[in-house]
């Protein structure tokens, strides 16, 4: 069974791997085995982190990414392939959350949601699967979200609803479609997790908090960390019989 969660040899692109969650899923493709590749805008962020898990005895490698930008998501699946030859594993990661109802959102910022959360991972899938196909392997991980499947009476969000849905409908349309390609494809909905985008915003904000604590079975918020096991089990030969589906890691925060 160890062996089933073993990515050595394996490939892993991070797109949004410069901090939060994105950056922890990275160290622990590094610490299973994989090879990493590392995207995002903020290169000096990606070579930091890069250095972190060299020196930590893994292999990385960092390329500046807009993956709102077709042209720049290119050149770095390019640089990536140019430079491990491959792509075994993506997750889409990169994403952003505005803060407003349909009334409060201006049409700027509705669209900037779209193009982050998902314009940007069919991009990634565009460019990254002709190789997955050609091989007949690969494990796509795209990080939703639980407001893709509930919403908040005291925190309204529906840029960010509507974009973590689209992200559901997304996986479950390639998910059909390229299974045949041996080619897994899979999303995780995470809950409340303290990152770089939630610690001004949602961990600052008491309401939201207290209602979280209250009406979350775990009572608490998740821990750095606490994603990993999930998307190693997406992206591992452990989940080669598992697509399209979507794993809510949130402490039990949907059952109630």
């Not at 005291?154 to 479950?172: D, P």
């Not at 059909?176 to 080619?183: F, G, L, P, V």
């Amino acid at each position: 069974m160890k062996d089933l969660f073993d990515l050595k040899g394996k490939v892993a692109v991070v797109a949004g791997a410069s901090s939060g969650l994105g950056a922890d899923a990275a160290r622990a493709y590094a610490e299973y085995g994989a090879q990493v590749a590392l995207l995002a805008r903020r290169k000096e962020r990606l070579d930091e982190l890069a250095e972190e898990i060299t020196a930590a005895g893994g292999t990385a490698f960092a390329a500046a990414c807009d993956v709102t930008v077709e042209e720049s998501v290119k050149n770095a699946v390019e640089q990536v392939l140019t430079h491990y030859g491959k792509i075994d594993i993506l997750l889409n990661n990169a994403g952003v959350a505005i803060k407003g109802s349909v009334e409060d959102t201006s049409a700027e910022d509705w669209d900037k949601v779209m193009d982050i959360n998902v314009k940007g991972m069919y991009l990634m899938c565009k460019y990254v699967i002709p190789g997955m196909r050609s091989r007949q392997y690969g494990k796509i991980v795209n990080v939703a979200s639980v407001n893709a499947v509930m919403a908040s009476k005291t925190l309204a969000r529906h840029s960010y609803n509507a974009s973590k849905a689209a992200v559901r409908g997304l996986t479950m349309g390639m998910a059909a479609t390229y299974m045949k390609d041996n080619i897994t494809i899979n999303s995780v909905g995470p809950g409340l997790f303290e990152s770089e985008m939630t610690a001004n915003t949602l961990f600052k904000n008491e309401e939201y908090l207290e209602s979280y604590r209250k009406t979350n079975p775990a009572s608490r918020p998740g821990r750095q960390g606490e994603l990993n096991g999930t998307i190693l089990f997406l992206s591992s030969d452990a989940s080669s019989y598992v697509t399209s589906q979507h794993i809510l890691v949130d402490g039990g925060y949907t059952i109630i």
